[in-house]
């Protein structure tokens, strides 16, 4: 079956443009969460989405990020007037349900590598 | 706040040698615990997992147990292929944050024939 799928898979930029990455979670999803992983590091969390509706979005670096799912399934990450230190993998994964394991257990995507000049 | 904290790499094996990647965390809840692995060129996979206390976790050869009196999690395979290689992911979910999941730094595991 098909997993998370995310677009696209590289993305080079240079300072001070705009990008938005798109995430397909598994169908019938209902949680989705996006990471910033940066080089040699754990993902670190960004935002999380229960069904259309954002829940958290305390792990977003500053206000030039924003995410979302308008319609509780493909989600957007935007990233206005990028930086050098936004170069990192974004990581989106989603979850079948909204608690305990069917939350717990996240399946991720590919990851867009973004490359900022 | 919840953390995690696990081995640093990089850990180079033969095949078939005993390897063990530790992972220690701070939670002030009751987490779930999990090792995620990354092959080159791919995502993220969940490996195994753990919801309590004494759980193991296991597949594909790979084990771990949830040790809640040493808050530690750590990753064992009696006999590493060099499928294995690979970077592994140790994190944990908090059950009582809906959304708040740590990873550890990753640790990249070589498997030399």
């Known amino acids: 079956g098909a997993g998370v799928s995310q677009s696209p898979r590289y993305k080079v930029a240079k300072r001070g443009q705009d990008v938005a990455l798109r995430c397909d979670p598994i169908?019938?999803?209902?949680?989705l969460f996006w990471y910033q992983q940066a080089l040699g590091q754990g993902p670190e969390f960004l935002t999380y989405?229960?069904?259309?509706?954002?829940?958290?979005k305390s792990g977003l670096p500053s206000d030039r990020f924003f995410a979302e799912r308008p319609e509780g399934s493909v989600s957007t990450l935007k990233i206005q007037r990028t930086q050098q230190e936004d170069s990192a993998v974004y990581l989106c994964?989603?979850?079948?349900?909204?608690?305990?394991?069917?939350?717990?257990?996240?399946?991720f995507g590919p990851g867009t590598r973004l490359t900022v000049l | 706040g919840n953390s995690v904290t696990q081995m640093e790499g990089p850990v180079t094996l033969s095949e078939e040698a005993f390897l063990t990647i530790n992972c220690t965390y701070t939670?002030?809840?009751?987490?779930?615990l999990f090792w995620y692995v990354q092959y080159p060129g791919e995502g993220l996979q969940l490996l195994l997992k753990?919801?309590?206390?004494?759980d193991k976790g296991s597949n594909k050869g790979f084990e771990a147990t949830y040790r809640k009196e040493t808050t530690s999690f750590h990753l064992e395979k009696g006999s590493v292929q060099v499928s294995d290689s690979a970077v592994y992911f140790c994190?944990?979910?908090?059950?009582?944050?809906?959304?708040?999941?740590?990873f550890g730094a990753g640790t990249r595991l070589t498997v030399k024939p």
């Open positions: 994964a989603s979850s079948l349900g909204t608690s305990g394991s069917m939350k717990d257990t996240q399946y």
């Open positions: 169908s019938g999803h209902v949680s």
């Open positions: 989405f229960q069904n259309e509706a954002q829940l958290d």
């Open positions: 939670a002030t809840g009751y987490p779930s």
């Open positions: 753990a919801t309590k206390a004494d």
């Open positions: 994190a944990l979910s908090d059950r009582d944050n809906n959304n708040d999941m740590r």
